[in-house]
């Protein structure tokens, strides 16, 4: 009872100090609500400084979390990408600052008009635990572009990188600029009810509803950027050694612990065992001992590994075939499985994966794959496997998702120039490069006259002859 009272008067001193915190950064905000495309760009480059100079802390802490973390996947998904999308970004922000020069009517002139890019203000960043630096980043890159303050709230799952990044990020910045956010689920909670004037979440679906629902108390804009069942298809003709190789490296990346890892697979029903034996062979060329391997990511806690084992029991249980890629474990490090005939009453196909299992569904001709994808929720990213331009075709104007790879997976969220984002369940807005900055961007309409009005011709008292002209004119 006790130490229930102490925890409680502690949470509610963090929830006060983080109320400061915000009132901090937005009297900072409207004290300086222009900076200039130098400031940002100083910015900029001292984030990509701080993350180069500390990369293998950075390392050691994100692998002390997963208990074993790759120290090349965390270079290769977290670190590489931040620092390639701040050079992206610190190049071009200039140019996205200007304003943008739009037609006036001939009806209206002589006039001007133009969108002017002004920071929206105080931006809040909900960081979920599986690619702990990448996904504080991302955000905190655009909102900086576009000129904003910036409070990221980091997983508590991710204790040693989020301290870590906290006390980095104080190094460079000032906590009215940039600050980072510590604590429990209550004070997550706390955080998504502040009146941010845009909010953007990465996580899971469900607890995307209740950030959406707290945004909404305060009409403050959403970014979603949630996740879902992302499918793979493997086409009647394409080498299976191709698609296996391609969709063994979205799933084995972190234990297939990635939003838009592929989470299951359509195969061809004369293909399945083919493509059974390719991903079987990829997977163990890339891993080929799961006991003591640096490379072989782990499970982030605890929590999250009981959940995959019971999907897989559950499966097992209603008739699925298992098949280990690996004779056991070790610790929180699971080992790769591909799942057979499986159905809509296994947990394994009703949530999002997000671990090393695969389904493996076969399908008669494509339109059956495409049915299959249409009769379920929009996903955060759809992969394709084939080399007939038609048929990518027929895959890209058929299905719906957040984004595509054609003959590859994940590669998509990498690219700087274009916009990362879900569709329906799967999320909603999009950041990444120009689209970050215009996410945390208000993009504010300019209407300019001088002096001269030539629509006084217009006012009251109406049925004047220049009126009359006018409709003549312009009302068609």
Same mark, same amino acid.
């Given at each position: 009872m006790v130490a229930d009272i102490a925890y409680l008067q502690q949470t509610q001193q963090e929830i006060a100090q983080l109320e400061q915190l915000f009132a901090r950064q937005r009297s900072a905000y409207r004290a300086h609500p222009m900076p200039s495309a130098e400031q940002r760009v100083q910015w900029l480059n001292s984030l990509a400084e701080l993350i180069s100079s500390e990369r293998e802390s950075l390392i050691k802490a994100i692998s002390a979390d997963f208990s074993n973390r790759s120290a090349d996947e965390t270079i290769l998904a977290e670190i590489m990408p931040s620092l390639h999308a701040i050079h992206y970004s610190a190049k071009r922000v200039k140019k996205w600052m200007k304003? !943008?020069?739009? !037609?006036?009517?001939?009806?209206? #002139?002589?006039?001007?008009?133009?969108?002017? +890019?002004?920071?929206?203000?105080?931006?809040?960043?909900?960081?979920?635990?599986?690619?702990? $630096? +990448?996904?504080? #980043? @991302?955000?905190?890159?655009g909102a900086l572009a576009a000129g904003n303050r910036v409070m990221i709230k980091m997983s508590e799952s991710t204790p040693a990188t989020a301290a870590l990044v906290k006390n980095l990020l104080a190094r460079i910045f000032p906590e009215d600029l940039v600050c980072v956010v510590l604590g429990e689920v209550e004070l997550g909670v706390a955080f998504s009810k502040l009146p941010f004037d845009h909010l953007l979440f990465t996580g899971a679906t469900s607890v995307g509803k209740h950030v959406m629902r707290a945004a909404a108390e305060n009409l403050t804009p959403v970014t979603l950027e949630l996740g879902g069942k992302s499918p793979a298809i493997v086409s009647a003709n394409v080498p299976l050694s191709d698609a296996a190789e391609r969709i063994a490296f979205g799933k084995t990346l972190n234990a297939g612990q990635t939003c838009v890892a592929p989470d299951y697979v359509l195969v061809p029903k004369d293909r399945v065992d083919g493509f059974v034996a390719a991903y079987k062979e990829v997977v163990q060329r890339f891993l080929p001992t799961l006991k003591d391997n640096p490379d072989y990511t782990a499970v982030i806690n605890e929590r999250q590994l009981a959940r995959l084992k019971s999907y897989?029991?559950?499966?097992?249980?209603? @008739?699925?075939?298992?098949?280990? $890629? +690996?004779?056991?474990?070790?610790?929180?490090?699971?080992?790769?499985? $591909? $799942?057979?005939?499986?159905?809509?009453? #296994?947990?394994? #196909?009703?949530d999002e994966i997000f671990g090393p299992l695969l389904p493996v569904i076969p399908y008669d001709k494509l339109e059956d794959a495409l049915a299959f994808i249409n009769e379920r929720d929009r996903p955060l990213a759809l992969y394709y496997f084939g080399y007939d331009k038609a048929e990518q075709q027929r895959v890209l104007e058929r299905t719906h998702s957040g984004g595509v790879c054609l003959n590859d997976t994940m590669l998509h969220v990498a690219q700087d120039d274009m916009p990362f984002g879900g569709v329906g369940p799967s999320g909603m807005g999009h950041y990444h490069g120009h689209e970050g900055f215009k996410t945390f961007s208000h993009a504010k309409s300019t209407f300019i006259k001088q002096r001269y009005n030539a629509a006084r011709m217009i006012y009251p008292p109406y049925g004047k002859a220049i009126q009359k002209l006018v409709y003549k004119l312009f009302v068609r």
């Open positions: 304003p !943008s020069r739009r !037609s006036v009517g001939l009806a209206f #002139m002589p006039a001007a008009a133009k969108v002017v +890019y002004q920071p929206v203000g105080v931006v809040g960043v909900i960081v979920p635990w599986n690619y702990p $630096l +990448y996904l504080a #980043m @991302g955000p905190l890159i897989v029991a559950d499966a097992e249980s209603k @008739g699925a075939q298992v098949i280990p $890629l +690996y004779a056991e474990g070790q610790g929180r490090r699971l080992p790769h499985t $591909l $799942l057979l005939n499986v159905n809509d009453e #296994m947990k394994v #196909m009703q």
